[in-house]
């Protein structure tokens, strides 16, 4: 589909791709779903929760959506990113959204950009807030810039749909209500709609324990301030106490010191944790878009005036080297 002079009164619905794995519905989804019911009212329209792949699940009506499109195809039992992208161009010149959201995910990072090149809508990645514009209804994109150093409102005024991805846990999922019921409508893509040069021969599945932040209850992460690897382990010995798990600045990833895998931040994971234990963290924008929706913030610093130690809900001056270890012994 080849968009340049739009007719935008044609496009309607707030749409979400309906993350999945293993045929289960990924939590991001219903953070999705929140997003788009607050845009759908806005605009007096209806949230699509589009599921490619799989089947539609209750729990999508309940968190908010009001339509279910559901497609399936020989090849989507595997993700493939040319097959998935044939079924939403389809399913987007037949039904016209006027927005869909992706989740900023490995999967949505790799399909939902192929799909804005191909429907001309321009995409705007890992955004941390969406709004309606009141006055023309366009979709108001805000994430960070230049190296996150500055927040950017984004519109896309010429073209629909409009595109955006979100990264997990910015969004909060909206409280369930069983109660609510939905239509799921059913797609068959055309002969000859999906064209595919590649196949999933196997997929192997690591048998090392990941490291998933974003589920953790508290996190204790620590930045360039715990000087090497042994500092990380005395964290690690404070999260264990708490529960928890242990994250880390940009910088201490770089330097070597931790995984990348515990990396909070812009270039990392984004976590709403109960708890955010920061030590030795300056709080550069590019690690607080990554922790600043979480529940309750301590920060642990030498230096009272960094941007962490204003944003914490509980700031305490002092060395990491001797508050951690009394905290744990405490615990």
């Given amino acids: 589909m080849r968009i340049t002079d739009i007719d935008k009164s044609l496009f309607t619905n707030a749409w979400i791709i309906a993350e999945t794995i293993g045929g289960h519905i990924h939590p991001v989804t219903y953070e999705l779903i929140g997003a788009a019911r607050g845009l759908a009212d806005a605009r007096g329209s209806k949230v699509a929760a ?8 209750a729990s999508l009506f309940a968190y908010g959506a009001d339509l279910a499109i559901v497609v399936n195809a020989p090849g989507f039992s595997g993700f493939n990113d040319e097959l998935e992208c044939a079924a939403l161009n389809y399913l987007i010149e037949k039904h016209k959204p006027e927005m869909v959201l992706c989740a900023a995910t490995a999967r949505g990072r790799a399909l939902i950009p192929r799909v804005a090149v191909q429907t001309v809508s321009g995409l705007t990645a890992d955004c941390t807030g969406l709004a309606i514009d009141p006055e ?45 019921s939905g239509e799921i409508i059913h797609e068959t893509l055309p002969v000859g709609a999906a ?28 930045g360039r301030a715990m000087k090497g690897p042994e500092g990380f382990n005395m964290l690690k010995r404070l999260a264990d106490k708490l529960g928890g798990a242990v994250g880390a600045s940009r910088a201490a990833v770089d330097a070597g010191w931790v995984a990348y895998p515990h990396q909070v931040g812009q270039t990392g994971q984004t976590v709403q944790t109960a708890l955010y234990i920061a030590c030795g963290i300056s709080g550069q924008i590019q690690h607080l878009v990554g922790m600043q929706s979480c529940g309750c913030i301590v920060a642990i610093d030498k230096n009272p005036d960094t941007p962490m130690m204003r944003l914490a809900d509980i700031a305490v001056t002092g060395d990491v080297f001797e508050i951690v270890p009394a905290m744990t012994e405490a615990l």
């Fill in 50 to 57: 589009v599921v490619i792949g799989g089947e539609a699940d």
């Fill in 136 to 180: 023309t209804g366009d979709l108001l994109q805000t994430r960070p810039a230049f190296g996150g150093n500055i927040m950017a409102t984004i519109r896309t005024s010429h073209h629909r749909p409009q595109m955006a991805t979100v990264r997990p846990n910015v969004m909060k999922a909206p409280p369930p209500d069983p109660s609510r």
């Fill in 195 to 222: 064209r595919n040069a590649k196949r999933v021969i196997e997929t192997v599945r690591s048998g090392e324990a990941q490291i998933n932040l974003s589920e953790a209850k508290a996190i204790v992460s620590g």
